[in-house]
């Protein structure tokens, strides 16, 4: 039996399998520090993402305890003014009849004396409800391109009994050429408002009493339309601070600290500026109080429509309004 041949082939001559090729110590080095790069980069962009997140949700509490206060006030605003209507008609009845009974007494000094007091009881409570009319009445605003300096400086001025019965020393940092669109008139009164309620508590301190004025433009976030330009009025005051308890109360409608007056002086600054679209912050501590009023530079309010003069809007409406929107906003969400 024959056997064939067996071919034999020399294997040193075939081509080997083409391999992936082989990465040395520096391309491997420069790949580890491309991928530490990115993942540091992805790590710092998560981390400002986090903290984004986190001030948006601060901004957002923020917000939404502005609001209910806003609500709280309107409420209460109209649920005062109907209580203060039905006071002052008998509280006017007792008037006319105390005028009376005066002049009937006018031979009687002792009768007269308690008739005297009676009267000067039933003023009080007149100018009580005098107040509380004042907070919760139907107040239009009309704003206009105002300096800001104009209304700070008339609310100063108004303030100067305070400033001088208590040697306090005022330091004013204004920018002429802040501006805003606000209702002068209105906003003086608020500031009027804050910086007599600063002096007052800085009536009993024994340190040096000062303070400081500044108005100033700042961007703030809005949470319909982003950052939106400010016009910033800050009042700090050297007084003794206000508790946080106080601090959460503190613009309710008659609350006060004092053992006079009605507690509506801080409310109706709530209220007006809350109708210019404005937010309201206040920062306290042992060494003093600081309340910064923030208005946006464009009049964020509807300035006509619903049936409204075009001259103004309703401050009670305008908080009635935010309210709704906010309402129909979550709704929508």
């Known amino acids: 039996m024959s056997h064939a041949a ?4 020399d294997l040193s001559s075939v081509p080997t399998a083409v391999s992936p090729g082989r990465i040395d110590a520096v391309e491997f080095a420069e790949l580890v520090r491309a991928f530490n790069e990115v993942t540091a980069r992805l790590e710092s962009t998560h981390g400002a993402l986090r903290r984004e997140v986190s001030s948006l949700q601060g901004e957002l509490a923020e917000a939404q305890a502005r609001l209910r206060r806003s609500r709280q006030l309107a409420a209460l605003g109209e649920m005062a003014a109907g209580i203060a209507h039905e006071i002052r ?31 000067r009881a039933v003023a009080r409570l007149d100018a009580i409800v005098g107040d509380v009319l004042a907070f919760a009445r139907d107040t239009r605003v009309r704003p206009a391109a105002t300096t800001m300096a104009t209304p700070v400086l008339a609310a100063v001025a108004g303030a100067e009994d305070l400033i001088e019965a208590h040697g306090i020393d005022v330091d004013l940092d204004i920018d002429e050429s802040c501006e805003a669109e606000i209702d002068a008139p209105l906003m003086e009164q608020a500031l009027l408002n804050l910086l007599r309620n600063a002096c007052e508590a800085m009536a009993g301190v024994d340190r040096g009493r000062r303070l400081v004025v500044q108005v100033h433009g700042r961007e703030l976030r809005d949470p319909d339309a982003g950052l939106v330009p400010h016009a910033i009025v800050r009042i700090t005051d050297t007084g003794p601070g206000i508790p946080e308890e106080i601090r959460e109360r503190m613009f309710n ?8 007056g009605t507690g509506l002086g801080l409310a109706i600054v709530h209220r007006i500026v809350d109708a210019h679209g404005g937010r309201l912050d206040v920062e306290s501590g042992g060494d003093g109080t600081a309340v910064t009023v923030g208005l946006p530079v464009a009049f964020r309010g509807e300035r006509a429509g619903g049936g409204e003069d075009e001259s103004g809007r309703s401050l009670g409406g305008a908080v009635r309004r935010r309210v709704r929107d906010s309402a129909a906003d979550r709704g929508a969400a």
Do not use: H, K, M, W
């Open 6 to 9: 067996v071919a034999t082939t």
């Open 89 to 119: 008609n008998p509280l006017g009845a007792i008037g006319l009849t105390l005028e009376a009974l005066t002049e009937d007494l006018a031979d009687r000094p002792e009768q007269l004396e308690l008739c005297g007091r009676v009267s």
């Open 253 to 260: 409608p008659f609350f006060t600290t004092r053992a006079e």
